[in-house]
DNA sequence: GATGAATGAGTGTTCATTCAT
DNA sequence: CATGAATGAACACTCATTCAT
């Protein structure tokens, strides 16, 4: 039988690197207890992944496939959106910001370290991706009539910081009851929102 | 006799402090990068502060003083407002936020790390009473027909997240040319914004 | 059953081990090195020898087997010696020296550690037999003439010394060129030489 | 009154180095062995060589000024030399080179690992000043008439050969007892020596 | 027999902190 | 007050060795 290179044990070392990275930061945070957060010994770690940076390096890059996946797409194509979806989209968009907590601090220690972390162009070219996607949705919406004239770029930048500080700047117990505060403010970025109703 | 308060030498080293560790975090700063950064010798700064944690301390709580003396105001009473005096409000917290990159890049690390940090109380306080702050405008701004009607609390927390949000999310370049995109989307949270024009 | 003593596998791993170790020295060369080296995995190596320091003692040890058959006899009894047959003995003493480079070098690493590697006995007792058969050639060559008189214990000193250090104190290039110098002062420490002619 | 840089504790730690590099290689030594062979704390070591392998470069080379001193010179112009003072210009080499083992050691180290240490330039070019310098005694001891017709280069590489191979061949105790064997064998290597009496 | 994942002792190096000058 | 030599705890990383497959 094939040996399994056993992938379960280097998620495990990817998960406890991912929450301790983004608790502590780079420096802080020592393959020691990397290693013990993932319930491995010290030297396995040196197995999957060839120095610490690397593993940061995966931790910065591999999840945001999965961000691709549940951000910049809808349901169907983007001419047949209505208003209704529209406001599905938002919300997605908060729960999911919000629930990668983890994930985000990270991107933001890189972020504000930029000469630092040669990863940095990777996340530049997803937050590009991103508000390209925003900004088609919110021409669509122009377009069809149930979002008010604006100006689509101004939107983009503006939404995408606002889901970022949404979720920075609160610490976990306030957020979880204000994801339908973070919902109603992201619509009216779009020049929508409760008002409206 | 008691440590000297404020020289220009302990000035020094605290800007030198606030820039570094914005930039490099608190672990990957060293003391001796901050002495030569302040062109003081070594030893010096513990002449200054008791230690490195000290020194930190003083970067996060220090420059409040001077966020409460530019956000938490206006130039007249509250009940004084016109439209016109709540946009120059906004505009003067987006480009206060813009401007202190340094600073709140460090606030943000504070805030990602609430268990290592204690002067995450201060901050707390600080946040509650900015968005008691701006609770008070919007209900000012609904009250006297300039806002439409919205959520205050709801407005005080997705606008604390947008300002730190737009400040952390990019990097310099961006942001010197975003401004005015800023300052639209701000109004737009409590329902305003150019599209009212 | 006992371990398989000489596989062509053990062979390649010996080499590899032999080379290496000459080139970078006991600790610097590691078994992943000589596994790759050799050709063989990782774990192989521990199939053939139980651990370095017993496959660093087979590199030590067990060439000096070829070099007694080499160099501590003559075609014919010593007593049938003439000079041709000395000069062309002290040829073969050179040649056979500068040859072995490789091994030479690990041999000189275990002189200067004596402490350290328990080798060290069977490499004093090789040297002290060299040293009586070269005292004796030099005896024969006295007393049938066709060497002037001298201290037959300092020649084998000397002579020893010389092979050594004329081997080790130069890089490969330098040496090549070099063998007929070697030769030549070689015979003059036995008090013959090229002037003689 | 100024800070005399302790050069005491710096030359500790190099002495140290020196026979422990000598004794046990690059890599077998650790800079907690030669710091607490130094007598002095872990760190200190740090302080004055900025690591490892400057300190080992530092144990190669400095000492090589001292090797000119003692070796390529002679007390008068060769052009004055008697036959007296080239037999004690010999014994002097003979007498430095064996005191010098640890210092030797380290050199052959460094020899036998010519791409691995850069400091081998500094070496060669001190061989070659050697042998330059051999080769006029051995030319002036011609013409002068007090040593037979040879090679010079021949005879500049044989006896640097046989100086390192003296020392490095045998340890300790057998050396201090063959001073004088080795002198004589120095002495053949020009077509002198005993015999000549 | 052959393999290479897992382990953890041991290394070089950094850096906050102390303290004598 | 200012300095920087001295210290040693703590870290990233290497590598010989074991052992399940």
Redesign the pocket.
């Known amino acids: 039988?094939a040996?399994p290179?056993?992938t379960e044990?280097?998620e495990r070392i990817f998960q406890a690197g991912l929450r301790l990275f983004s608790h502590n930061g780079y420096?802080?945070?020592?393959?020691?207890?990397i290693?013990n957060e993932a319930g491995?010994?010290?030297?396995?770690v040196?197995?999957?992944f060839?120095?610490?940076?690397e593993?940061f390096n995966s931790c910065v890059t591999e999840p945001l496939e999965e961000f691709r996946d549940h951000i910049l797409t809808t349901h169907e194509t983007l001419d047949s959106m209505t208003y209704e979806m529209f406001v599905q989209l938002v919300g997605r968009h908060v729960d999911f910001f919000l629930e990668k907590e983890h994930y985000l601090r990270v991107v933001q220690y890189v972020i504000g370290q930029p000469e630092r972390f040669p990863e940095m162009e990777v996340l530049d070219q997803f937050a590009d991706d991103f508000m390209d996607f925003i900004q088609s949705v919110a021409k669509v919406g122009m377009k069809k009539g149930f979002l008010p004239e604006g100006n689509p770029e101004e939107i983009g930048y503006g939404y995408l910081a606002f889901l970022m500080g949404a979720r920075l700047t609160f610490t976990d117990h306030a957020n979880v009851q204000l994801t339908n505060a973070f919902k109603n403010q992201a619509l009216r970025l779009f020049g929508a929102g409760i008002t409206e109703g």
Chains 1, 2, 3, 4 share one sequence.
């Open positions: 039988m040996k290179r056993s044990k280097r420096t802080k945070t020592t393959i020691k207890d290693a491995v010994s010290f030297g396995t040196f197995t999957y060839q120095n610490k940076e593993l």
